[in-house]
């Protein structure tokens, strides 16, 4: 969420926020319907948000360097889709305010995975490496006064670090069940929970 509330944050002009701002959780939102109690936005703004979801698509390549390390690459296209709402507005808006966020983004990372095997067919990982993403955001503003909308393109260095578990599923297959934290120096960190399906 740290991304998605920079770029609303630069969109309305709001000066950045001097804390990252909190990843989805039972108390601060994130996927689902309905949305949860307001949340700050860079710290002046208040908004809840009603759904937010992003499905990736990517592709890895792994060059062995010993048997257990491994160095890995990844390039990723991004799909997301956000809606917020501002209870109170904005400013001298006081009307409520949806914002419907759409973005497009290419993730390419380079790091290292170690992987420790745990007994059986089954082995843990850690990795850690470092990349950059190029994200093109749409996004509309509504309210009983407020029909506009525009663009927003940024360039964002990043540092990750993961672990998790490899799943074997078929001869020729794999699937790895994991979590990744990623920080996006001056925007904030984002936590990411998913799995991964490889085909050799």
Known sequence: MALLDETARRF???PPASTPSAEPSATTGGTGQGGVGPVSLG???????RHSSEVSLGVVTTLPVTPRLAVEGRVAFAYGQSLYVLPE?????????????????????????LRQPLGGKLAGYLSAGAGRRIARADMSLTSALLDTGGQITEHQDFFAVG???????????????????????????????????SLR
């Open 163 to 197: 672990a998790g578990v490899d799943l074997p599923v078929l001869a020729r297959s794999r699937a790895a069940l994991g979590t990744a934290v990623k920080h996006y120096p001056g925007i904030g960190t984002s936590l990411l929970l998913g799995v991964d399906i």
């Open 12 to 14: 309305l002009a709001l």
């Open 89 to 113: 507005g904005i400013d001298i808006l006081t009307d409520p305010i949806d914002i419907d966020l759409r973005s497009r983004s290419l993730e390419a990372e380079l790091g290292l995975r």
């Open 43 to 49: 710290g002046s703004v208040d908004y809840d948000i």
